[in-house]
C-alpha cells in the first residue's frame, strides 16, 4: 500500500479517536451508525415495550433473545426463542396490533433492524403517517414499485393509490436474515396559524447500506396511517399485522446534515 494511504489512514484513525468519528453520509462504515458516531438514542430497552404503546387490543408484541427461522420446515413464521431479550416480535402468529412510540419527534434520523419471514409485510411510519415499506421483496423479478421492500409508499385517494416513491434497487436479503433501515426525515413545516407551509421529505433511505431514496416529498399521510393530523411533531408507528416480523436495534437523534464526501 502506498506510503501516502497509509498517512491518510492514520490521519483518519485519529481523528475519529480524538474528536468522535463523522461518517453521515449515507454510505455503510462497518458497524451500525449508533455505535460509530455520537448522539444516538435507543427507541427499545432490549426487555420490553417500555416506551411504546398498541393502537387498540391486544396488543401481543413480545421479547426474545434469539428469533429462530426455518427455511424448510416453517418458512412464513418466526419464533420467539429464549425468554426475554432484545429482538420484539409482532406476536406469536404475526398479527397483532400496531406499535407506536410514547413520544414525538420533529426531524430525524432513524436506525433500525428488522427481519422477516416469508411474504411478510410491515412498515416504519415517520410522524405515524409517512411509510417507509417492509416487504418480502426477496428474489423479486417484477418491476419495482413504493409497495416493494424501501418504497415510500402510495397515497390511497379515491379508493386507488397515488403517487409513493419506488426504491432505487431491489436490496432486499432473504427472509431469516437481519436488514437494516436508515432514514433521514424532515418534517412537515407549518407557520404561526397552523397552515403547512413545506412538506415532510425522506431526505435519503439507505437500505442493507444502500441508498435507495433521494429527497421524496410526502404530500400527505400514506396509506395505512396513523388517524391523526400533520403537525411538527408526531410519534413513530411500527405495523403490526400483515405478516411475522421482528425488530431490534431502534435508536434515533435529532436530524443532522449529510456529509458530502
Not at 396509506?223 to 435508536?251: C, K, S, T
Request: hydrophobic share 35%; with cysteine.
Amino acid at each position: 500500500m502506498p506510503i501516502r494511504i497509509l498517512v491518510l489512514l492514520a490521519a483518519v484513525s485519529l481523528l475519529a479517536a480524538q474528536q468522535g468519528a463523522q461518517f453521515n453520509d449515507g454510505d455503510a462504515h462497518g458497524d451500525a451508525p449508533y455505535m460509530l458516531e455520537d448522539g444516538w438514542t435507543s427507541l427499545f430497552n432490549g426487555r420490553d415495550v417500555t416506551g411504546w404503546h398498541g393502537l387498540g387490543q391486544p396488543n401481543e408484541r413480545f421479547t426474545s433473545r434469539a428469533v429462530l427461522w426455518e427455511r424448510l420446515l416453517g418458512p412464513t413464521r418466526l419464533i420467539g426463542m429464549g425468554g426475554a431479550g432484545d429482538r420484539m416480535l409482532n406476536g406469536s402468529h404475526g398479527r397483532t396490533v400496531n406499535l407506536v412510540t410514547d413520544q414525538k419527534f420533529g426531524d430525524i434520523e432513524l436506525y433500525l433492524e428488522f427481519m422477516l419471514a416469508k411474504g411478510s409485510n410491515s412498515g416504519v411510519y415517520l410522524h405515524g403517517l409517512y411509510e417507509v415499506q417492509i416487504f418480502d421483496s426477496f428474489g423479486s423479478t417484477e418491476p419495482i414499485t413504493s409497495s416493494d421492500c424501501g418504497g415510500i409508499y402510495h397515497r390511497w385517494i379515491d379508493n386507488k393509490g397515488v403517487g409513493g416513491s419506488a426504491p432505487s434497487r431491489n436490496a432486499c436479503r432473504r427472509p431469516g436474515e437481519w436488514q437494516s433501515y436508515h432514514i433521514w426525515f424532515r418534517a412537515p413545516r407549518f407557520d404561526a396559524s397552523g397552515r403547512k407551509t413545506e412538506n415532510g421529505k425522506f431526505i435519503r433511505v439507505v437500505f442493507n447500506g444502500l441508498s435507495i431514496q433521494e429527497n421524496v416529498e410526502v404530500d400527505g399521510p400514506t396509506r395505512a396511517a396513523m388517524d391523526h393530523p400533520e403537525a411538527a411533531m408526531n410519534p413513530i408507528m411500527l405495523q403490526g399485522d400483515h405478516g411475522p416480523v421482528a425488530f431490534r436495534n431502534i435508536y434515533w437523534r435529532p436530524l443532522r446534515p449529510i456529509i458530502e464526501r
